[in-house]
């Protein structure tokens, strides 16, 4: 059981018999068979009603005796007996002989009066039956209290019910007594002069009046004559006889009449078909429009033939407007498929909603578009990621080698792939994100701007306002939809595992391979989210972007950094050992220069990952620790070729055709160790200066220290080995051939252990003065590896000293030549420690020295420095 039915408003609000009224409320009725009747005035008026909706019925005002304020009840199945909150006043109109009314008039009391006319606010306008004017007479007696004082009376002079006392109180409520006197005088005058005109008009026409008295009285007699002659029906002969006279002259010309009756109904047939030939051409032009794609003129033709045949009951029309129907079907279907179709415009899609509105589609046309367009998008990026998926797991792609990879590394190598890289080495994932950023940039706009255009009300239809939630949600689902395809190719880590079978499985293997691939990724996000932000789309479906762009920087900038470090640990096997002699560093190779060229191309890539581009993007320096952990990435960057340099000095280059030794490749890391700490680490340094507007001070003095450190260890490293070469030799030297100090013939020269040790060193003099810097005191390395050296071979000299246990006079000498010899010889290198330990070494000497010793020590040491004068020079 519904609501019962309520009537507010009603319109006219003062009617008389048989006008038209509009009633409106609410619950009314769901249907006209729902309404089971409409009191007004005590009259039921559901035979006149006619419903029109829940909320409006049309009825007639009753044709009844009522005249006052009534109420309007409404009836329905579904909710009962209504009520009612207006009333309608009801007039009861004055007519004359000659008007025309809805209702019967009782004609026992003719009118006397003018016709009256109905006033603007509804009531009758009377000529005062008293002859006075009540103008003046504002002040009314209630209405309501006359109706009860006089029930079934009214004021109306025309009326059975008149009474004269409901009259006065009616119209003359004010009027004084006096006035009343002379109305009533006016009164009597009138219906006098009324008599008195009676009798003249009689008294004038007396001989009228006779003569047609005379001629009723002869037709009465003409009247009763023919009866007793023709009888009581005259007329029965005389049809016979017009019967029998058709029906003869029907026999004469029946030929004749039917020959006319087919020439009437061919000419009629031309007559029609060629009136008509528009309507009956016009399924054969909707046919050949249709080929021809040609809809505005069928519709025009449609639209034409529908007002000038659509309410004709003909059945002919019919038959012909049904075939009609049918090709406009056709059209419908047409123009529905071709609305469905990608590519295009935002008016074409206009005007095929406009037209499908036009021909009264079911449904709203422009909806269904939106629609299919979403399902469009979303297909076409399904489509292309299933394509890429299936050809990332059949497709064998190495790890890309950018910049170093080329055997001749060049200053105008790049470290990461252009974006117009050949598609033939291209990650599948890499061009999935370049297609579907494509897609969505070329589809996205088109989809918002046909949502827009309909909300706005500019595609014909009546806009759908609670649809606009439902939009909304599409173009949330489908940008976020597009986000995650993108992180699901080349940013797995940030879905969770449920959302990766959502957007698809690729490679395990993809993030090492997309790595370098990352910043060309980027941009082309970042051209989506460019045009994204000029549609004007809701801030929560920019944000969804925002966060992957975002998400996509940060992933950028430690893979570039990252794919740095590797890059430069890739150095050792490219290295060549090409010296490049300089005054200031000496010897060194490309290295340094192929590790600026790796950092410095790689500033770029971090300027564009790291900084914002516009105000659209999220600022990742200012999350917590980011600048911490920015710092900590350069200064693994700039440490990492410290490691490189290490490893060098450890790698096997005896592929090489001109592969160095252990020690020239130290000395030659100490060479770029120093000349990276000098030289290249201070145009990193300027390069970075633009980045996020860093400090780079405790990255570059972290890195310093790492460089310090190994050159430290660089140097130790030589000197070992240097040292280990020259002391080895010497005890095998000093006994070659079975020497015994105990029978040591006579001395002449210093022995040849003590010339080998000057030639060895020597050798390191002439390898570290080759290598290193001769003309900054700083970089050069001969006397402090020289004097290490030297230090050395005079402990392993006091140690041999020390261990023999017989010596004869020869020896003595001989060994106090060779102590003096190698003295002499080093002393430019001979530090505090090395000559305490060649002290130690003589001081037995001494004590066993003879007369006559000191000259023949004196003629060994000038034969040995006129044999060994080269040497000695080359130490000078």
Known sequence: MGPPPVVTGISPKEATAGMKLTIRGEDLGVSPQDLIGIVIADCDCLMSADWKSPNKITALCPGSTWEGVSDIIVATRSGGIGSCNVQLKIYKEAVGWLKEVAVWTQEKYPLRRKNRVLSPSGGLEHDDAL????????????????????????????????????????????????????????????????????????????????????????????????????????????????????????????????????????????????????????PANIETNLAKGDFDRIIDEYERAKSLYGESESEIFQIYLQEVGQGVEKLKTRLLLKLQETGLTLDQQKKIIAN?????????????????????????????RD??????????????????????????????????????????????????????????????????????????????????????????????YYSNMIRSAVIPQTLKDFERNEYGLWRDDNIKVVGPWLPSCLRHVRKSYLSFIELDLPLQALNIVKRLTTDLRIQCLQTVFQTVVDQVHLLPDKEEFREDITDEYGAVTELPNLFEIIVIQSVQLI??????????????????????????????????????????VNEDYDSLRFAPTDSVKLLLCLNNCMFTQSQVLPKIQKAYQDVGHLSLERPIAEASKNYTVLHGKLFEAYLEQKCEQTVTNIEPSMYVGKFDWARCPRPVDARDYIK?????????????????SISNPRHNYIAGILERVVETVAEEVNRLFCCIKRMNSNGCIQAWVDIQCLQESLKRYLNKAAGDFLADSAKPLKELERPGDRQVIDQCIEVFKDRMRLSLAALS
């Not at 004038?204 to 009723?216: E, K």
């Not at 790291?610 to 320096?621: A, N, R, V």
Request: negative net charge.
């Open 131 to 282: 002859g006075l004017s009540v103008e003046g007479n504002e002040l009314k007696y209630p209405v309501e209290e006359l109706r009860q004082m006089f029930p079934d009376h009214t004021g109306d002079v025309g009326s059975e019910h008149f009474d004269p006392v409901y009259y006065l109180l009616e119209n003359h409520y004010q009027t004084g007594f006096e006035d009343l006197q002379a109305g009533l005088g006016y009164l009597r005058r009138k219906v006098n002069g009324e008599n008195e005109s009676q009798i003249s008009f009689i008294k004038g026409n007396v001989s009228s009046i006779m003569d047609q008295l005379d001629s009723l009285m002869s037709i009465k007699r003409q009247f009763e004559g023919d009866n007793k002659k023709h009888g009581a029906q005259p007329t029965a002969s005389l049809e016979a006889a017009i019967a029998k006279a058709k029906k003869e002259a029907d026999e004469m010309f029946k030929e004749v009449l039917g020959r006319k009756d087919g020439a009437d109904a061919t000419r009629n047939a031309l007559n029609v078909l060629n009136r008509f030939k528009f309507l009956f051409n016009l």
């Open 356 to 384: 499908l509105v036009q021909l009264n589609f079911e449904g709203d046309p422009a909806w269904e578009c939106l629609q299919v367009h979403y399902r469009e998008v979303l297909g076409r990026l399904d489509a292309c």
């Open 387 to 480: 394509e890429y998926i299936e050809l990332n797991h059949t497709e064998v792609i190495a790890q890309p080698q950018f910049g170093v990879g080329a055997s001749t590394p060049t200053s105008n190598q790049v470290l990461f792939p252009e974006d117009d890289q050949p598609n033939d080495g291209v990650p599948s994932p890499v061009m999935f994100i370049e297609q579907a950023t494509g897609l969505v940039a070329q589809d996205f706009p088109a989809l918002w701007k046909l949502g827009q255009a309909y909300f706005k009300g500019d595609l014909v239809v009546e806009p759908d306002g609670g649809k606009q939630t439902v939009f909304k949600e599409m173009i949330l689902g489908g940008i976020r």
């Open 607 to 648: 300027k564009e990952s790291l900084l914002q581009e516009g105000k659209h993007e999220e600022d990742i320096l200012s999350y917590n620790n980011a600048h911490d952990d920015l710092e900590l990435m350069i200064q693994n960057v700039l440490s990492s070729f410290a490691i490189t340099l290490e490893n060098v």
């Open 756 to 772: 080998e040790i000057i030639h060895n060193v020597i050798l390191v003099h002439s390898e570290v003065e080759r290598i290193s």
